[in-house]
Nanobody
C-alpha cells in the first residue's frame, strides 16, 4: 500500500522557517514527479512546488518563488520543502503529492485521481 507521510509542520512566527518532509513508502517513486500543494481555510487546494524524478528540474507557484525550495532524495524516497521568510498568508495544510504514472511531471492542474496524496500537515504562521 502506497503511503505519503508528511512531517515538519507547526506553528511559527512570521519571518521564520520550516522544513517539511514527505516520506513515501509502498513503492519507489524514482521515476515519478513529486511535489506539494496547500489548502488554506475556505480556499481551494493550490499548487506550491514540484520536482521531477531525478531532482534536476523544479517548478514553483509565483507566490512562493524565491521563498520556498523543493528538493528530493531519490534513494530515500523522500521529498522536502524548505520554507523561509514565512508569511501569515502561508498558513495552510500542506499536502505531499506524487504522480501515479512514471515520467509525468506534476503540474498545477493535475487531476486529483492521477496523484497519490499524503494526509497533510498543518503550517500556521502567526503575526
Amino acid at each position: 500500500q502506497v503511503q505519503l507521510v508528511e512531517s515538519g509542520g507547526g506553528l511559527v512566527q512570521a519571518g521564520g522557517s520550516l522544513r517539511l518532509t514527505c516520506a513515501a513508502s509502498g513503492r519507489t517513486f524514482s521515476t515519478n514527479s513529486m511535489g506539494w500543494f496547500r489548502q488554506a481555510p475556505g480556499k481551494e487546494r493550490e499548487f506550491v512546488a514540484a520536482i521531477n524524478w531525478s531532482g534536476s528540474s523544479t517548478n514553483y507557484a509565483d507566490s512562493v518563488k524565491g521563498q520556498f525550495t523543493i528538493s528530493r532524495d531519490v534513494a530515500k524516497n523522500t521529498v522536502y520543502l524548505q520554507m523561509n521568510s514565512l508569511k501569515v498568508e502561508d498558513t495552510a495544510v500542506y499536502y505531499c503529492a506524487a504522480v501515479r504514472r512514471a515520467w509525468r511531471i506534476l503540474t498545477p492542474t493535475v487531476e486529483y485521481d492521477d496523484v497519490y496524496w499524503g494526509q497533510g500537515t498543518q503550517v500556521t504562521v502567526s503575526s
